[in-house]
């Protein structure tokens, strides 16, 4: 069990602040791994889309991303935007340009 407790978990966001403070009282009362990371995407697919019909994924919009993402942070959990399509060097340029990055 001590290997476990090295380990972390990623889930899929849902969007709900609820369901985080739910997660963040479970890592503090078990004892074996914790969800370190939450990973997930705009319900349109924001610049480059995402592998889900956009009626699986909750309605947020960026801004209410953007706040959630800090929220998390401000738990202690990692957030990863989920890019699951095709993806090649240009269409990576322009989303880094798009980001200014």
Not at 52 to 75: D, G, H, I, K, T
Not at 83 to 97: A, G, Q, Y
Request: aromatic share 8%.
């Amino acid at each position: 069990m001590d290997s476990l407790n090295n380990c972390g978990i990623t889930i899929s966001c849902h969007w709900y602040k609820k369901t985080i403070d739910t997660i963040i009282k479970q890592n503090d009362e078990i004892n074996g791994p914790n969800v370190v990371e939450v990973y997930g995407a705009l319900s349109d697919g924001g610049p480059i889309g995402h592998g889900r019909s956009m009626e699986s994924v909750p309605q947020v919009n960026r801004e209410e991303a953007v706040n959630f993402r800090s929220y998390l942070r401000e738990q202690g959990l990692d957030f990863t935007y989920l890019l699951n399509v095709p993806f090649d060097c240009e269409m990576k340029n322009n989303t880094l340009n798009l980001m200014n990055i």
